[in-house]
């Protein structure tokens, strides 16, 4: 039965709460740096411009990955409240409760989430 018992959701939201707050410190910390970077005495050279420039990009997709991040959260604790959290979403199996422990968003069971994960690689692979 894939279903969470109250402890293990209890247990679930606790580990929810400590990724969210992960995610914070990181965005915080990424923050704090772009601006130390970009802030007092700003850029002086060409070269100094490209790593400013890589810096920024860099940035943005951290801030994206962190986004992404904080959704993944919200979403899984609308699974726990509505009780599909610990259920795949793709073979309606258990994704096991100590997996959800360590991945509290995680949506897949490991068979689906290796399948994913290498079909996913694939499909971002540029084709030339
Ligand atoms: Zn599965």
Redesign the pocket.
Known sequence: MPRLNAKQTAAVTLALDEFEATVRAAMRAALLESRQGGGEGGVHDLGEEAIADELAAVNSSLAERHGQELLQAVQARLRLVEGSAGI??????A?GYPRLLANPVAL??V???TRHEYTHAHAAMPRL
């Open positions: 795949c979403t793709e073979c309606d199996g994704i897949r069971c068979s689906c989430e």
